[in-house]
């Protein structure tokens, strides 16, 4: 069965930083993409960052590019998150999601963790 | 950015009835792979979202088959042949055929 347990959530002020972790299981990880999907609350869903198997392709939204960074361990099985200068509009529920195999698009989703950004 | 819009974007069903949502992309989903890269997903209250539809028409793993899918280019459509109280949540289309992946604005499902 496919796991995705986010971790790493809380309270924070603006201006500080933040790593959100995402421990998977159940399936050869090294093998599959990965992504961080938000969503703030009471709204849609807004993808943020992309990461390929063995990292050699990332892509992040605009809203976040240069603040966020994404990294995988595959000896670990782990997908993270690393936030800095966060916003109060980084304020938001984040998904990690696992990439479906031979194609693009999202399968699986993990629970998610909540970041709040407010003084 | 490839822009999606959904249509309706609330909708209240007798159990039983059909329902119909429509997904509209700003450009082109088919990808030179052959494959055309749109998504469908079930969020129910309080819950992640779940994968319906893939590829357009593909039902998932444990989806039933009174969700279908239809559509090409960017016209597309997902379909439930008889709606049920389990079905209530916000569905969602998503593109993935640019790496940035963009989703519709969701389109909420209450039961009548």
């Known amino acids: 069965e496919v796991q995705l347990v986010e971790s790493g959530g809380g309270l924070v002020k603006p201006g500080g930083s933040l790593r959100l972790s995402c421990a998977a299981s159940?399936?050869?990880?090294?093998?599959?993409?990965m992504n961080w999907v938000r969503q703030a609350p009471g709204k849609g869903l807004e993808w943020v960052s992309s990461?390929?198997?063995?990292?050699?392709?990332?892509y992040y939204a605009d809203s976040v590019k240069g603040r966020f960074t994404i990294s995988r361990d595959n000896a670990k099985n782990s997908l993270y998150l690393q936030m800095n200068s966060l916003r109060a509009e980084d304020t938001a529920v984040y998904y990690c999601?696992?990439?479906?195999?031979?194609?693009?698009?999202?399968?699986?989703w993990g629970q998610g963790t909540l970041v709040t950004v407010s003084s | 950015d490839i822009v999606m819009t959904q249509t309706p974007l609330s909708l209240s069903v007798t159990p039983g009835q059909p329902a119909s949502i429509s997904c509209k992309s700003s450009?082109?989903?088919?990808?030179?792979?052959?494959?055309?890269?749109l998504y469908w997903y079930l969020q129910k209250p309080g819950q992640p979202p779940q994968l319906l539809i893939y590829e357009v028409s593909n039902r998932f793993s444990g989806v039933p088959d009174r969700f279908s899918g239809s559509g090409s280019g960017t016209d597309f459509t997902l379909k439930i042949s008889r709606v049920e109280a389990e079905d209530v949540g916000v569905y969602y289309c998503m593109q993935s055929i640019q790496p940035m992946y963009t989703f519709g604005q969701g389109t909420k499902l209450e039961i009548k």
């Open positions: 450009q082109s989903l088919l990808h030179s792979d052959g494959k055309t890269y």
């Open positions: 990461i390929s198997s063995s990292s050699s392709y990332i």
């Open positions: 159940g399936f050869t990880f090294s093998s599959y993409s």
């Open positions: 999601a696992r990439d479906i195999a031979r194609g693009f698009g999202v399968d699986y």
